[in-house]
């Protein structure tokens, strides 16, 4: 598989075509295989974010610890009743956002984009524009190759994980990718598609890591859901002609800078943040002794 290095080098690339279109041929060749059997792959993929979609917005969902279910249904029910501040669209992302990972922390099958712990923002704006404007399945494939790509960049770049840079680098990450996603489903250039990673990214600059009792549902899940509104307003910020005054590239390698400045307690460990507050305690204690 080839490996990027900076999402110049990809918009280079790119030129006057979509990202994804570059990305596909590159990955076809490289990896020896046709440009419909990684089609096929892809659509594998998004097949699993609807069914987790569908999974994770039951009423009856619960987790193994008990921490979590239900707030997807809940915002799910919100969202239909017409009335939300933020409009439809975004109520239904939320939506979605929160039933995916909380379908993954029910042990749920779920695509890791970039990881578990954020799995819920990129399925969550992909699956919506595809619904609300009806976008089509080829056009959301190709957004997911997109997005694809991005992580790459930003794994290379910086990082995806929480453990090494705190929860910027995976609903950071997440968020960026989503935005790179639905500009390009939306037919923004290419440009366009690099301004909405580096506004999403900066937006979630400095987000720690603190899982409560280990766990990968509190605060997890609510970031997911919060997440997905910084991907959606990246996105149209970037589809406006809003752009970055920091260069896209620039702004990934701050976020891993920033990542290895967090401390320790605040990257994955649970010795901090919101799972050291007396409430987190004493979830620990309660599930764990």
């Keep these: 598989m080839i490996s990027y290095q900076s999402i110049e080098e990809i918009v280079k690339l790119s030129e006057n075509e979509k990202i994804s279109t570059i990305v596909l041929a590159d990955q076809s060749k490289y990896m020896e295989l046709s440009k419909e059997e990684l089609l096929a792959r892809m659509k594998e993929n998004l097949d699993v974010m609807r069914h987790s979609a569908v999974e ?3 009423p009856g ?16 029910i919100y969202a239909n009743k017409g009335k939300t501040i933020g409009g439809s669209f975004s109520a239904k992302a939320t939506a979605l956002a929160l039933g995916i990972q909380e379908y993954n922390a029910a042990m749920g099958k779920i695509v890791a984009a970039p990881t578990a712990g954020s799995c819920g923002i990129l399925p969550a704006g992909v699956l919506t524009l595809m619904d609300e404007f009806n976008i089509s399945e080829e056009s959301a494939i190709l957004g997911l190759i997109t997005a694809g790509a991005v992580g790459m960049v930003i794994a290379n770049k910086a990082t995806i994980s929480g453990a090494q840079g705190g929860c910027q680098a995976e609903c950071g990450a997440a968020a ?15 440009s366009m598609v690099a301004h909405s990673v580096a506004i999403a990214l900066q937006n979630l ?13 509190v605060p997890c899940i609510l970031r997911n859901g919060c997440g997905i509104a910084i991907a959606i307003n990246s996105a ?14 620039e702004v990934i390698s701050a976020m891993g800078e920033v990542g290895s400045a967090i401390p320790t307690s605040l990257r994955e460990t649970s010795q901090g943040g919101l799972a050291t507050t007396p409430t987190g305690l004493v979830i620990r204690e309660r599930l764990f002794g």
């Excluded at 990718?177 to 037919?187: N, W």
């Excluded at 149209?236 to 590239?249: K, M, N, R, T, Y």
């Design 205 to 217: 600059l400095g987000l720690v890591c603190d899982p409560v009792a280990g766990l990968v549902e």
């Design 236 to 249: 149209d910020l970037a589809l406006a002609g809003v752009e970055s005054v920091i260069p896209v590239d």
């Design 61 to 76: 969902l619960k987790s193994v610890s008990g921490l979590s279910g239900g707030d997807g249904y809940k915002m799910h």
């Design 176 to 190: 960026a990718m989503t935005a790179a996603a639905m500009v390009e489903m939306l037919g923004g250039t290419v």
């Design 56 to 58: 994770g917005l039951r």
